[in-house]
Every structure is written in C-alpha cells, then in structure tokens.
C-alpha cells in the first residue's frame, strides 16, 4: 500500500498549496495562520460541538473537597452542552469527559508523568478561581464519566457521571452530527 501513502502526501501537498494561494488583499498575510479549526474526532462519548448549537449551558462546580457539582448530568443523545466549569477551590482542577475506562487508563498516566500537559475538546483545565469553558455535542447514547484526573483527585473520587438517553436507533448506531439541519 505504499500508493495510498504517496497519493496522500500528494492531496495533502495539494491542499497546502491550496491554503497558501494569496489572498487579494495582502493585510491577511499578517494574520495568524497557524489557528485553523479543531479538528472533530468521534469518541465514544461523543465528539466536539459548536458554541452556536449549544441550547443548553451547564455549570458544574469544582471543589477541594474533591467532588463536583453537581455530580451527575442527563442529557438527551443528539445535544449540544456547553459546560462552563468553575474552579471554587485553592488549587487546580480539570473536567474530563470520558468512558470509565478511558479516564482510568488517562489518570494512571497523570500518576506516572504528573507533569503531562494534555489538551482535548473535551476536557477543560482551570486554576483556582477562574471559570473554563468546553461544547461537546452527545451524539452516542451511554453512561460517561466526567472526571478530574490530576494526580490524587481521581482516586480522591472526583468523579461524576453524565447519561445520554438514546433517541431509539440501535444502540452504536449513533446517527452522525446533522450537519445538513442549518433550518431554524
Ligand atoms: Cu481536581
């Protein structure tokens, strides 16, 4: 399969020099071309979403005490959440959207590389006193975990679960996100 390899060297050359064409107005050259759109990648728990599609807003507190708050979140399969995650304590904390397992086998890495920087669409990281914010869009039903996985506080038990009630397709056949349903 060396072709396939070759053939996508050759699209993804093509598609730089596509990007790089100039624009008519040459002030664009001095903008910043490095912050292109997050790319989407499909998780088990879902998959990045838009802030404009987001028709609910959940605010879940962070605590030293080790827990969140509120400790578990419903939603319906299909929903765009935007989660602002506010850090009530003295010290750092994150909210980790995730499969059990996902997030077990994430914070016995932050165990074993404490100092491991890590940034998804899905997770937030925010200091003492500040507010993070994150979208995500629930497009697989399930039971998740939202979790803070620095070390100590995941086995501290800072842990909360969100359920995605299913709309009645097949379990795994989680439609993909409707991007054609722009209509208002
Ligand atoms: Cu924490």
């Known amino acids: ?22 624009a008519f107005a040459h002030s664009e050259d001095t903008h910043d071309k490095k912050a292109g759109p997050v790319v989407k990648e499909q998780k088990d728990w879902g998959i ?6 987001a028709k609910r807003t959940v605010e879940v507190r962070m605590l030293d005490s080790m827990r969140f708050s509120p ?5 319906r399969q299909g ?13 750092m904390h994150e909210f980790v959207i995730g499969t059990k397992k996902e997030n077990d086998a994430h914070a016995e890495m932050m165990i074993k590389h404490p100092g491991m920087e890590h940034d998804e669409p899905y997770m937030a990281h925010v200091a003492p006193g500040k507010t993070g914010e994150i979208v995500w869009t629930f497009n697989r039903p399930g039971e998740f975990d939202f979790a803070c996985l620095i070390a100590g506080h995941y086995q501290a038990g800072m842990v909360g679960k969100i359920k995605v009630a299913g709309t009645g397709t097949a379990a795994g056949q989680a439609p993909a996100p409707k991007q ?3 209509k208002h």
């Open 71 to 75: 400790e578990q979140l419903e939603v």
């Open 79 to 91: 929903e765009t959440v935007r989660f602002v995650v506010r850090n009530a304590g003295a010290v």
């Open 1 to 22: 399969m060396q072709l396939s390899k070759h053939a996508l060297a050759a699209v993804l050359a093509a598609l730089a020099t596509a990007g790089a064409t100039p």
């Open 180 to 182: 054609a349903a722009h």
């Open 48 to 53: 990045a979403g838009e802030a404009r599609n």
